[in-house]
């Protein structure tokens, strides 16, 4: 293959990467601590290379300018990924955040947009700050009992139960929050191993594997239920989103069969508990080992809120506490790549990159490029000041995407984790019980290793 570079072609190479073992590639490597080995193939190969997992080949990119090229430039080229789309398949189907056909995405996109309107998320708020106040209640009695609590699981609950309240407000019994959680809980482990593994048939005799598909399917069967139920009770005004997508039309006048509502159902329950939580807690993580941040963080919370709980028009003043979400948010990305393929033979950086082509994104060490976050390891809120970001690369920071398929959740995950911070800041101080932050493990979303457990001592708001 070759490319045009100011006028004369230029001879395209291949994409390097380490050659790996026949069948597994660098799999076992990869699966093992795929953040340091990313790193390690970063200092070895440069800001793009090629890894083999099983069956399947990756080209990850390593570098905000490429990530522009491909999301923003020139997107035309690059599609979802095919390979993404059967690795998450189990969990994800054909749903929103995965679909590679383009026409039928567009459709999906138009019935659940409205659902992530301005308007729709002030009616959230209400709804999210009562499921965080329980949350809060629930701290104060573990607080009474002298306990200690583990951060994530704790937030995943308020989480999900915020999403209950608001995205799926009927059908779902509270009591059965702490069982479904449970089941997406060992299902990750299911398909964290399969995505990783790049879909080896090796990984899924593991028994653990084996427990996180059964615990797929318990999900499944819940969901089918849910749609079931709701078909027999119709409502003539849809009241949250699976009445939207039970009411909606395809473009041939079809509804959305069972199990498109299942697909993306699921996708939702997924990408609210998955990401929301994981941030609010390394926030909650890096404030305690931050102590000087911290403060300032008390003081604008005490100082806006006047210890109330937050109202629509206090999110927006609470801009020191949105830059701490950010910073954990470029510290742990949720996840561990964006996934994209090429749809023509094009090239990166004088590299061939054929028609096919799986890409993905790694947030992880775009993020610690020191030509962009000075000092990257270093907890400072203050480098996403609107200053700071308007000097920097438009990629640089890529926790939600970029281009058309970014994140629609957005504003709801900043919402929900903006309240997390304040509500439960403005009552108590969280500390690390050993001392310490973990370190951070791949479980589908960036967590850490064993929990983040932390000690609760309560506080009175300065006012
Ligand atoms: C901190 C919170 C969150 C983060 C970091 C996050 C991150 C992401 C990322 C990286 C993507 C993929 C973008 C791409 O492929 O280019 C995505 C897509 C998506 N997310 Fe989120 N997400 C968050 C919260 C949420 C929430 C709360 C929901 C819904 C309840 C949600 C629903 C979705 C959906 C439906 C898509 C697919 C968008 C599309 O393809 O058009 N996300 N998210």
Redesign the pocket.
């Known amino acids: 293959m070759t490319d045009i570079t100011d006028g004369l072609p230029l001879q395209l190479t291949k994409v390097p990467g380490p050659r790996g073992l026949p069948l597994v590639g660098v799999a076992f490597d990869f699966i093992r601590d795929p953040l340091r080995y990313m790193e390690r193939m970063l200092r070895q190969y440069g800001r793009i290379y090629r890894v083999s997992l099983g069956q399947t080949s990756l080209v990850l990119l390593h570098d905000a300018d490429l990530v522009e090229k491909v999301?923003r430039l020139d997107f035309a080229s690059y599609g979802?990924s095919r390979q993404q789309e059967a690795l998450l398949g189990p969990l994800l189907g054909h749903?929103?955040?995965?679909?590679t056909d383009h026409a039928y995405?567009e459709q999906l996109?138009s019935m659940?947009l409205p659902m992530?309107s301005p308007k729709m998320l002030q009616g959230y708020l209400v709804q999210t700050v009562a499921a965080v106040q329980e949350e809060v209640d629930h701290l104060a009695e573990l607080q009474h009992d002298g306990k200690t609590v583990e951060m994530y699981d704790f937030v995943r609950a308020g989480v999900f139960g915020a999403?209950m309240r608001t995205?799926f407000v009927r059908g779902l019994e509270h009591s059965e929050i702490p069982q479904l959680l449970d089941w997406f809980s060992r299902t990750d482990t299911y398909i964290n191993a399969l995505v990783l593994s790049g879909g080896s048939s090796l990984v899924k005799l593991l028994p653990k594997v084996r427990d996180g598909a059964r615990c797929l399917k318990r999900i499944d069967e819940r969901v089918y239920r849910l749609i079931a139920e709701r078909k027999a009770h119709r409502v003539d005004e849809p009241e949250d989103m699976l009445d939207v997508l039970l009411a909606a039309v395809k473009k041939d006048g079809s509804p959305l069969s069972d199990v498109e509502l299942r697909d993306n159902v699921v996708?939702?329950l997924f990408?609210?508990q998955e990401?929301?939580p994981?941030?609010a807690t390394w926030a909650f993580g890096l404030l305690a080992a931050n102590p000087d941040k911290r403060r300032i963080m008390l003081d604008e919370i005490d100082r806006v809120l006047q210890g109330r709980v937050p109202t629509w028009a206090d999110l927006a003043k609470l801009e020191y506490t949105e830059m701490v979400l950010d910073e954990a948010?470029r510290l742990y990305?949720?996840?561990l790549f964006?996934?994209?393929e090429a749809l023509v033979d094009t090239s990166l950086e004088g590299y061939e990159i054929s028609k096919g082509t799986s890409l993905g994104f790694v947030?992880w060490t775009v993020h610690r490029d020191p030509r962009l976050w000075p000092d990257p390891e270093r907890f400072e809120p203050e480098r996403h000041s609107k200053e700071q970001k308007r000097s920097r690369a438009k990629c640089a920071f890529?926790?939600?995407?970029?281009?058309?398929?970014?994140?629609?959740?957005?504003r709801?995950?900043?919402m929900?984790?903006l309240l997390m911070l304040s509500m439960i800041s403005q009552r108590f101080l969280l500390d690390h019980a050993n001392g310490k932050l973990p370190e951070p493990r791949v479980q589908m979303a960036i967590k850490p290793a064993g929990g983040m457990h932390m000690r609760i001592t309560p506080r009175v708001p300065q006012q």
């Open positions: 999301l979802m749903s929103m955040p995965v679909v995405w996109h659940m992530f999403l995205l996708a939702l990408g609210g990401t929301t994981t941030i948010l990305p949720p996840f964006i996934g994209r947030a890529l926790s939600f995407g970029h281009g058309q398929r970014r994140c629609v959740g957005e709801v995950g900043r929900e984790g």
